[in-house]
């Protein structure tokens, strides 16, 4: 019980910590932009219905007979 403890009390000073720490500077700059796909590219059309169809699986083979028990 005494390790529940200490193991909450040790997490919440970490998050406490952590919440409050200064970068340094004081302040942030950086911002965030979404981007634009270059013009050239055309968008993925769906596939034709006349696609072809996925490959048909391996048959399936038998297993190796094993000796038997002795």
Do not use: F, H, R
Not at 55 to 64: F, G, L, N, R
Request: hydrophobic share 35%; proline share 16%.
């Amino acid at each position: 019980m005494k390790k529940l403890i200490l193991a909450s009390v040790s997490a919440l000073a970490l998050l406490g910590v952590a919440a409050c720490s200064d970068s340094g500077t004081g302040t942030d700059n950086t911002t965030t932009q979404s981007t634009n796909p270059p013009a050239n590219e055309q968008p993925m059309k769906p596939a034709s219905p006349d696609a072809s169809k996925p490959a048909e699986p391996a048959p399936a083979t038998k297993p190796a007979p094993t000796a038997p028990a002795q």
